[in-house]
């Protein structure tokens, strides 16, 4: 008795739906699942043709077959399972899984059959088929853009050079470009910037503003560029994961003092750089290369965001745990409101106006600090300036 109230349990409370028929095809019990499926009542089905839960052509179909696997004993479904469609009371049809074993009970052959509702499953399949036609077509629209834009991209390529292979994989021409287009550059500039310092050497006899106005022009508009060139240059080699901090012993007051002397003289019209070193301890171990490359980009932007007869104070110090670089200027500052966004690649202040940029510098120094396992921490405030400090565990 305990063995029969648990199977029936099992049964009644099932989560699919479960049915059994006798030889003719009568229905002899429905679970509860089952009657939820079908939306009927069981009083309903009971001791009705199983094809009454059946649309056509499987309903006109069903008592043949049942006749035939009991002649045959060939089975379509009995024993094997497959999916199929049933009929709702109120006419709607829905997909299933039927599992159909017979049973020999009481000396007499029963069919039972468990009922797994797919109709969930088929709008899902139904909605990534959907999906997926949709992607097609955006993948389709995405490539005739991405076949624009390559070419594009080749058009500036060969007037940059036309030694770079015709015949580059388009995954790689975007980065092979930048990469080639910022070396390239480089001897042009240089040769600009060579010829607008000759000329401003040969013609300071003639004490010409207007001279001396446009060869500042040509030496800016160089700098500038060649900013512009470094920066997509140094972002192309974090993309691709080639920037590799190489640690070495570093006197950090004569690297100082040389960057400080390098930069003065791009530095605007009375605009000082001040450095100062705290302590006693001048070595530290880091990689000179990155670490000039964040103290530039920092100073550079002191430079450029503040204006003629201004300080700009360079600070470094070594404890026994850390050191620090800290640089301070009183230039255009950053709004609040947008200091969360400061390290983002592209990303630049309302307030700088036509002041150039490329909106990379701040998001390169913060990646290099991160590669040599170093914070970035700043102050700002608009019209007051901002002070930039990097921390370095020894």
């Known amino acids: 008795m305990e063995k029969q109230a648990l199977l029936n349990a099992i049964i009644e409370n099932a989560i699919d739906g479960i049915i059994t028929i006798d030889d003719r095809g009568l229905v002899e019990s429905i679970n509860p699942s089952g009657c939820r499926l079908f939306g009927y009542e069981a009083s309903e089905v009971l001791g009705k043709n199983i094809s009454m839960l059946m649309p056509e052509p499987d309903a006109s179909r069903h008592d043949g077959y049942l006749e035939r696997y009991q002649k045959t004993k060939v089975p379509h479904i009995i ?88 015949e580059r994989e388009l995954n790689q021409l975007k980065s092979r470009f930048v990469s080639m287009a910022s070396h390239e550059f480089r001897t042009p500039l240089s040769s600009i910037q060579l010829s607008a310092s000759l000329i401003d050497k040969y013609t300071q006899e003639y004490q010409n503003q207007n001279i001396q106005k446009h060869i500042n022009k040509i030496k800016n ?48 019209q009375n605009q000082s ?44 110090e070594i404890t026994d745990t850390n050191y620090y670089i800290t640089i301070k200027d009183n230039g255009i500052g950053i709004p609040v409101s947008e200091q969360k966004h400061l390290f983002e690649a592209f990303f630049r202040a309302h307030n700088t106006g036509s002041i150039p940029g490329t909106g990379l510098g701040l998001n390169i120094v913060d990646r290099y600090i991160k590669l040599m396992f170093g914070r970035i921490e700043f102050k700002s405030e608009e019209n007051k300036g901002t002070t930039f400090t990097l921390i370095f565990d020894i």
């Not at 029963?110 to 899902?124: E, M, P």
């Not at 964040?294 to 430079?303: E, K, M, W």
């Open 221 to 268: 508009a160089v700098g500038n560029l060649a900013t512009i060139l470094n920066d997509f240059l140094s972002l192309e080699r974090l993309e691709t994961g080639v920037v590799t901090p190489l640690p070495e012993e570093v006197d950090l007051v004569k690297f100082s003092e040389e960057i400080t002397e390098e930069l003065q003289m791009v530095a605007k």
């Open 273 to 316: 750089i001040i450095y100062q070193h705290t302590g006693t301890k001048r070595m530290v171990k880091t990689d000179i290369n990155l670490l000039k490359n964040c103290i530039i980009n920092l100073i550079a932007n002191a430079i450029k965001y503040s204006g003629e007869n201004t300080f700009i104070e360079f600070n470094t």
């Open 79 to 166: 024993g094997i399972g497959r999916e199929v469609k049933g009929l709702k009371k109120n006419g709607e049809v829905f997909p299933f899984r039927l599992a159909v074993s017979e049973v020999q009970y009481a000396g007499r052959k029963v069919y039972s059959g468990i009922i797994h509702d797919l109709t969930r499953q088929k709008n899902a399949e139904e909605q990534l088929l959907l999906y997926t036609n949709k992607l097609e077509v955006l993948v389709e629209d995405r490539t005739v853009e991405l076949q624009s834009l390559v070419k594009q991209i080749q058009d500036a390529k060969e007037e940059v050079s036309i030694s770079l292979e015709k």
